[in-house]
């Protein structure tokens, strides 16, 4: 099974991965923006500067004497490993169906990551390794919380007590002079959407057939498919049903 999607793959020279990063880290403070914790990297550097460790401050002037710290990692909301073909120039069957899903519930928000963009801040996130791990495997995600803007409820599939910065709400870091964009809220949904689908049982199966029964049969005389199925499903469910801003 192919999309038209899998002759494009996706990935990040390293200047441009740096710049990324460099763009995340002042827009998120140098801090992961789930737990918080300043990047120990920075931290270090400030400690170096005249004055020492003493007089070390954080982007809010603070002391950085007594706060906790990570080493950060810049995570794309949408990866590149989603769009990426395998060894055999094909995508697995669940990148498949999530593109397939990513297509149906938001129509054109993959043309914020085409190309260049997938390496742009509006699809990144400043987080610690661990949680860029969890993020990255849909095990952790965002869901907007109605009426406040760029705020998230942060949730997870993992074990109760297994992450200790989940489930939290937060308010996401803005550049004041909004040069730098802040994570695309379409974006955190579709990430939001692919969590759940991958996480119900036997989705991935359930969804290949579903994607087979179109191309199999198309549209049937009474104007149906299993996909009206899925998406009037998808709609309710996975909270896509409606506009982000």
């Not at 599939?157 to 709400?169: I, K, Q, R, S, W």
């Not at 996401?172 to 974006?187: A, F, G, K, N």
């Amino acid at each position: 099974m192919k999309t038209q999607r899998q002759d494009h793959i996706f990935s990040g020279t390293p200047e441009r991965l740096a710049n990324l990063r460099g763009a995340c880290l002042i827009r998120d403070r140098y801090r992961c923006v789930i737990s918080r914790r300043f990047d120990s990297a920075e931290a270090l550097k400030r400690s170096r500067q005249p004055g020492g460790w003493n007089e070390a401050l954080d982007q809010d002037g603070a002391p950085l004497l007594g706060q906790k710290f990570a080493r950060l990692e810049v995570a794309h909301i949408i990866p590149h490993s989603l769009t990426q073909l395998n060894s055999s120039r094909e995508l697995n069957p669940l990148k498949v169906a999530a593109l397939a899903i990513l297509d149906m519930f938001d129509s054109g928000v993959a043309f914020l990551i085409e190309g260049i963009g997938i390496d742009r801040p509006g699809n990144a996130l400043t987080l610690s390794h661990d949680l860029h791990m969890s993020f990255g495997d849909f095990e952790v995600y965002f869901e907007a919380v109605d009426g406040q803007p760029h705020t998230y409820r942060v949730d997870s599939f993992l074990p109760p007590g297994l992450e200790e910065n989940v489930p939290v709400t937060r308010m996401l870091y803005l550049t004041e002079d909004r040069t730098i964009d802040p994570p695309s809220p379409r974006l955190l949904a579709v990430h939001r959407a692919i969590a759940h689908i991958l996480h119900l049982s036997a989705a991935g199966e359930y969804i290949d057939h579903i994607l087979w029964d179109a191309d199999d049969y198309g549209i049937r005389s009474d104007g149906s498919t299993e996909l009206d199925r899925l998406v009037k499903l998808g709609l309710d469910n996975w909270g896509l049903g409606k506009s982000h801003g």
